[in-house]
């Protein structure tokens, strides 16, 4: 591993940002060269008091599988909550993933026949998403959360993360110059 893999810097930085989960859509995954993903649930696709996901969700699922992108759901959540929100999606589910562990995510890219090269993890949150992505050295696609938790412990966890997105969007003024 490179210096930059050690990096705190690197490791809590996303690679890309955007605003929903369905920005991210199959042709910009291609450019990128990706054709797997570990998806978070929680914040990300749908907020928690959500059971279940709504037509969008599902139809950018069936986007991404007419482009031939394989998708699993890994998620720190408990079995109840990922089977329910999986159920119409038949999809490989991970449960009590615990993220950004790597173990879930190997195992789940063993599955999908993906690897390093070719996976990224969409996620909402820096201190499990990207760095789980970061640790394998596989490509973090963040997105706000949707509706956040308001616990001091979720607080204390965005605040950590604040520097870690500014410089991300900092980067990004710069590569524009």
Do not use: C
């Not at 998403?129 to 050295?137: I, K, Q, T, Y």
Request: proline share 7%.
């Amino acid at each position: 591993m490179s210096k930059k893999s050690y990096s705190l810097k690197y490791l809590l930085t996303p690679d890309y940002m955007f605003e929903t989960f369905d920005k991210i859509t199959p042709e910009f995954l291609e450019s990128i060269g990706v054709k797997a993903l570990l998806i978070d649930i929680d914040n990300t696709l749908a907020p928690y008091e959500q059971p279940e996901p709504d037509d969008r969700i599902r139809g950018w699922f069936d986007r991404l599988q007419g482009r031939g992108i394989k998708a699993s759901l890994i998620s720190n959540n408990h079995p109840p909550r990922v089977e329910l929100f999986n159920r119409t999606l038949g999809l490989d589910a991970y449960p009590d993933s615990g993220k950004p562990k790597a173990r879930t995510l190997l195992i789940a890219m063993e599955k999908m026949g993906s690897d390093r090269s070719n996976t990224a993890v969409i996620g909402d949150q820096l201190l499990t998403d990207a760095l789980a992505a970061h640790n394998l050295g596989l490509k973090a696609l963040i997105v706000p959360p949707i509706k956040d938790k308001t616990t001091p412990f979720f607080k204390f966890k965005r605040w950590i993360e604040k520097p870690y997105i500014k410089r991300y969007w900092k980067l990004q003024k710069e590569e524009k110059k």
